[in-house]
Structure formats: C-alpha cells, structure tokens
Nanobody, 128 residues
Framework: QVQLVESGGGLVQAGGSLRLSCTAS????????MAWFRQAPGKEREFVAV???????SYTDSVKGRFTISRDNAKNTAYLQMITLKPEDTAVYYCASGFIMRDYTGTFTFKEMAYDYWGQGTQVTVSA
C-alpha cells in the first residue's frame, strides 16, 4: 500500500520560509516523479513543482526563484523549500507521486491526472 505523508506546514509571516517534507512508502521511491500541488480557499488545486526520477525539475511561474523542490531517494522523501513567502502562497499543499518517463518534460507532468497517489495535505498560512 502506497502512502505519502506530508509535514512542515504552519503559520509564517510574509517574507519568511518553510520547508515541506513528503515521505513515501510502498513503492520504489526513486522510480517515480514527485510533485507538489496546492489549493487555496475557493480555488482549484494547482501545480507547484515537480522533480522527476532523473532529478530534473519544473516550477509554476509564480514560485520560480522562491521555491526549490528536491528529493532524497535514500530517505524516500521529497522536499519543498519555500522562501520569501507571500500571502498568496497560503494554501493546503499536497505531495503526489506518479510514474513519468525520465526524460519527458511535456505539460502532462503538470496535471493532477499524472499522479496516482497523494498525501493528505499540509496547511501553509502566510500572514501579511
């Protein structure tokens, strides 16, 4: 049984930093792409960042230069380091796991349907 468990959310002032973690079990972690999505109140869930099995990364434009996704295959854990946080980053953040071909960089990577397992979500609140 595959499980993804997020941690690291919380309340932070604008300009602050947080690091989210997502620990996976039940599948060979290194073979799968790991992504972060977020859902703000009243909005649809949106793609934030992905790290593929080959280590390459992609980000949505609004977080480029502020967020960094990484992975530690030995710990079965993916991370999302967030700096210079803004109130508009407030959302529930979800990690997701899915099989994506190593060298594939197409837009399917940014869609929820590319991922078959999801964590329960962790709240990030950025105060002004």
């Amino acid at each position: 049984q595959v499980q993804l468990v997020e941690s690291g959310g919380g309340l932070v002032q604008a300009g602050g930093s947080l690091r989210l973690s997502c620990t996976a079990s039940g599948r060979t972690f290194s073979m799968y792409a790991m992504a972060w999505f977020r859902q703000a109140p009243g909005k649809e869930r949106e793609f934030v960042a992905v790290i593929r099995s080959n280590g390459t990364t992609s980000y949505t434009d609004s977080v480029k230069g502020r967020f960094t996704i990484s992975r530690d295959n030995a710990k079965n854990t993916a991370y999302l380091q967030m700096i210079t946080l803004k109130p508009e980053d407030t959302a529930v953040y979800y990690c997701a796991s899915g099989f994506i071909m190593r060298d594939y960089t197409g837009t399917f990577t940014f869609k929820e349907m590319a991922y078959d397992y999801w964590g329960q979500g962790t709240q990030v609140t950025v105060s002004a």
